[in-house]
Structures are given as C-alpha cells and as structure tokens.
C-alpha cells in the first residue's frame, strides 16, 4: 500500500468520527507498517491537538487509549474551511507542507464527507489550484446521494469529470463494501452448482429485502427530503440487485464487472405503476417499545408524503431472467434489522408425491443473510423418517461467525481499495445515471405513501404485491424463516 495523504473534507462530521477515522486506523493496522497521514478539513476552528483528541477518542474502541492517542499525535492534522473555504491556495501550501515534513510522496485522496450542496465547490475549488493531480496519484471519493435525480446526478458527474478524470473518482455505496455482498461474485463465479442453475428455467423469483428496525433518528430534515427511493432503493438495493442478476464479466476488472452491472440496468422494463407500493409508518412498538409514528417528527411536515417504506416488483428483459420477478423491498421501523436475498426455484415439474402432500412440499429456496447474521442457508425437502411420508423442509447452513469470527468494516474495506487504485466496489457515472433513469418516473410521480404500523413489515398493499410471488417463503410478504 503506498504511503499518502488522506484529506477528508468533513473531518471533524459525524461520518469522519464514527466511520472513517476508525475505518483509516483500522487499515493501517491491518496493512502493517503503511504511511498513512491524515488531514481533517472541517468548519469547526480548533487546535490541530484538539482534533488529534478527538481523532484518538474515535479510534480507542480499535486500538486502545495509549496507543490511539500515539497514532493521532504522530499522523492526524487538521486545518479549518477558512484554510479551504476562503482560499483553496492555503490549503495546498499545507499539503505539501505535511507531505515534505513526513517524506510524504504526493499521493492523495479527497474524501468529500460533506453535505451534497458542497460537492461542486469543493472540487472545483481544488481543480483551481491543481489539486486535482499531484506528484503522486489523486483521488476523489463521493459519498451518496449523488444527485437528487436523474438530471441532478449528470450535472454532479459532468461538473466532477471537468476537473477529476472517471479513473480518479470513486463514489461510494457503503454496501458494497460489506463484506456478505462482495461475497455474491465469489458466491456466483466460484461456484458452478448455483451458477448453472441461475436463470428463468431454474428459478421462480428473487426477493430483495433491506429492513430496519430503527426509523430516520433525528435524520427527518434530510430524510424528509429524501425518502426510501433515493435514500435506498436507488442505491443500496439496485447495487444488491444488479450482482445477483448480472452476467459473469470478461474478467474480474472494475470495469468489466461495472459493464456487466450496468446492463442488468438497462435491461429493466419501465416500472409500472401497480409494481411500486410506498408506506410511512404510523405510531406503533418496535421491540415492545411505544414509537411514535414519522409524521410526529417536529422535523416533518404535517403533511409529508414522504415513504419511509417501497415494495416494487423489477421485470428484467433478459435472455437470463426473462419472466422472473424481482421483489425489492426496504423500510424504516420495521419489526427487525435484517437485509436478504431469497432465491427461490421452481417446483419439480411432475408433482409425485400425491395431493396430500402438496402443501408439504416446497420450492427450494437460497436465503442469503447479508446482515444481521451474516451467512446463508438453502432449503430443501426431506423425508421425516418413520413410516408415513412427512416431508419438512431443511436448510443447509453456513454462518461466517461459525467459520471465520470478526467482519471487517465496510469502509475499511472500502477505504483501502482506494488507496489500493481498486475502483470494483464503487460506482460508475453511468452506472448512478442508469440507476436514476430506472426510478425517475416514479419520482415525477409519486404513489400515495400508504400507512403501516411502526413495528410491521409495510402496508398492507406491499403484502399484496409480494403475495403474487406466491412464495411459501414469505407467506403474506411476511419475512418468514421456518425452523423446522
Ligand atoms: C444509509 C441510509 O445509506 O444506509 C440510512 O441513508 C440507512 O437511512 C443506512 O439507515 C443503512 O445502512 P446499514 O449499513 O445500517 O444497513
């Protein structure tokens, strides 16, 4: 790993505190003796030890007291917006101050942790002093969102591919980091048993299903504006969506694999209307907690109509997943934290066993738990020993807790492809712009944010949608894990 400079614009934000400082520290320890300074740009004048402290407060979970404390003291600066905001020169002489005083070769990365509004400015502003390349390489990272919509996302890329080349840019979708979901090409491309049975003569339907248990904690002035399209689905769910249903790439390049996703996109027919459910929760419990409902929120209009919850149906117009739906499902202040993929495959052609075994029969399903229990589990039937015939379905299990122990961090991961020069976790410009296209009429006209209870898995109509899948998998569009 080369040594460099980490500028992130945002330093002292929540982002920079809870996610990068830990994720950085944590790289460095696990790549060994690597050179890593990091410089945090932020508004908040304070002392370069004062953001040292609260560099080493983020990173003591990982490394301990004493030895964080070292780590901030010996590589972690600091410099305010006026230093970036008023005079983008003062912040390049500091640069290369801090890279001639630690022998320092010049290569950067600009980690844009800001609100989206500052995007533009900061990048032009480091194009207008040559920042954008240096002596060494240079890098760009964008958090999501990128663009508020189609129109949005090609003004944010053009105006980013003025000043940074695509090879420099990484956007970041923080799930593809997750380690569960980088495991869906190895899953896919390593394993001949499931890839050869992976399309519409095997399977039935794929269910995608991100559910939080929290709801939009003291986020609502953001959310409100936002909602689970394009703070989830847009993002986080098409990614899950595109790896599961992509093509197997030339090879195993950033951009062989980003062509292939990008396709995946292009091949969804246009959303109809009656495949798109959207839900707000409603007072209700989570947990056996009384939670108030999202239009309680004092940040929240009284009239908001903003979904907290989409359940939508994909139809893919592909030689591979021709007539295959593809359920999407994602909501805030449902019962429980659980993101899966459930593939499930069609039912033998010839029913053997008799009518009265019908309903003991099941469709083998894949259930890919990405999070909180990461691992998987395939179902299939089995005889019931004895001497009637009971059939049950059983899964296979595999749990990476079981078999390996702790996960890296997705931003660890994240962050050390970047400075490795790996762009294949992160997303392309015409991927995004793809991706936008899919939902832009739907945010140009949005169904009625149906009601649900906090603490249920979405309204009633989304049950409905799922319904037609007919999976004895999720009865109701209930997420249903049997335990025989
Ligand atoms: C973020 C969304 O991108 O992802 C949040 O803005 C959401 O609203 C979060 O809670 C979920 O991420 P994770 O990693 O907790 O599943």
Redesign the pocket.
């Given at each position: 790993m080369d040594a460099h400079l980490f500028v992130i614009f945002g330093g002292s934000g929540d982002l920079a505190k809870r996610k990068l400082l830990p994720a950085l520290a944590g790289m460095v320890r696990h790549a060994g003796d690597v050179s890593c300074h990091v410089l945090g740009v932020g508004r908040t004048p304070m002392e370069e030890s004062e953001y040292q402290d609260l560099a080493a407060r983020s990173v003591a979970g990982l490394m301990g007291q004493p030895e964080a404390a070292n780590w901030a003291k010996a590589n972690v600066h600091y410099a305010t917006t006026d230093e970036a905001g008023s005079g983008f020169e003062g912040l390049a002489e500091r640069i290369v101050t801090i890279e001639q005083a630690n022998s320092l070769p010049g290569n950067r990365v600009f980690y844009l942790a800001i609100p989206p509004k500052a995007f533009e400015g900061v990048v032009e502003g480091l194009g207008s002093v040559g920042l954008n390349s240096g002596p060494g390489w240079t890098r760009l990272v964008v958090e999501?969102p990128i663009g508020h919509d189609l129109a949005s996302a090609v003004e944010l890329n053009t105006n980013i591919h003025k000043v940074f080349d695509e090879s420099q840019i990484y956007r970041i979708d923080?799930?593809l980091g997750k380690e569960t979901v980088q495991n869906l090409l190895v899953f896919r491309f390593a394993n001949h048993l499931f890839e050869s049975t992976w399309n519409r003569d095997r399977i039935a339907l794929v269910e995608i299903t991100?559910a939080?248990d929290?709801g939009v904690e003291g986020r609502a002035g953001y959310y409100d504006q936002t909602g689970a399209l394009r703070?989830?689905i847009q993002n986080?769910l098409t990614q899950l969506m595109t790896l599961i249903a992509m093509e197997p790439p030339v090879d195993f390049s950033a951009d062989a694999i980003r062509d292939e996703k990008v396709k995946v996109l292009r091949s969804i027919q246009a959303i109809r209307r009656d495949d798109v459910v959207f839900g707000q929760y409603g007072p209700g419990a989570v947990d056996g907690e009384s939670v108030p409902g999202y239009l309680e929120d004092p940040d929240v209009p009284v009239d908001s109509n903003t979904p907290t919850a989409v359940v939508m149906r994909l139809r893919l117009n592909s030689w591979r997943w021709q007539g295959v739906p593809f359920y999407l499902r994602t909501g805030k202040r449902f019962p429980e934290r659980l993101?899966q993929i459930a593939v499930t495959y069609r039912e033998p052609p010839v029913a053997l066993f008799g009518i009265q075994h019908r309903d003991m029969l099941k469709p083998d399903v894949l259930r890919l738990e990405l999070?909180p229990n990461e691992g998987f589990e395939l179902y299939f039937d089995v005889k019931v020993p004895g001497n009637r015939l009971d059939i049950v379905s059983i899964p296979f299990h595999f749990s990476y807790d079981e078999a390996f122990g702790r996960i890296p961090e997705a931003y660890e991961t994240l962050l050390a492809d970047i400075v490795e020069g790996d762009q294949t976790l992160f997303v392309r410009a015409d991927e995004v712009e793809a991706a936008w296209r899919l939902y832009q009429p739907i945010l140009d006209d949005p169904p009625r944010s149906l009601p649900y209870g906090a603490g249920e898995w979405g309204p009633d109509e989304g049950d409905a949608l799922l319904a037609h899948a007919e999976s004895w998998f999720m009865p109701n569009s209930r997420v249903h894990r049997p335990h025989p």
């Open positions: 999501k923080h799930y991100v939080e929290l703070d989830m986080h993101t999070q």
